[in-house]
């Protein structure tokens, strides 16, 4: 069984930083994708950023170059450093693992970038 936690959400100023962070149970997080999505409302899930097993990453356009996601799988997180932000950045942020076909989600945490 897999349990995420989302963690590092809140109000942050336009230009401002946030830091989010995702706890991962379970065995399966090493042999894992993982990936941020965000949700902002009347909008759909979107993918944010994504890192693989072995360390690779792809990052959504509008915010390459301003995010960054890593791992640690010694301690099962994930995390996504998010820079520069904007209004437009404001959503529900939710953590992602993929692994053998089934997609596991966090409860995710809320993202407000205003002034």
């Known amino acids: 069984q897999v349990q995420l936690v989302e963690s590092g959400g809140g109000l942050v100023q336009p230009g401002g930083s946030l830091r989010l962070s995702c706890a991962a149970s379970?065995?399966?997080?090493?042999?894992?994708?993982m990936a941020w999505y965000r949700q902002a409302p009347g909008s759909q899930r979107e993918l944010v950023a994504a890192?693989?097993?072995?360390?690779?990453?792809t990052y959504a356009d509008s915010v390459k170059g301003r995010f960054t996601v890593s791992r640690d799988n010694a301690k099962n997180t994930v995390s996504l450093q998010m820079n520069s932000l904007k209004p437009e950045d404001t959503a529900v942020y939710y953590c992602?693992?993929?692994?053998?076909?089934?997609?596991?989600w966090g409860q995710g945490t809320q993202v407000t970038v205003s002034s």
């Open positions: 992602n693992l993929y692994y053998g076909g089934s997609a596991y």
């Open positions: 890192i693989t097993r072995y360390g690779p990453t």
């Open positions: 379970g065995s399966l997080f090493s042999r894992s994708a």
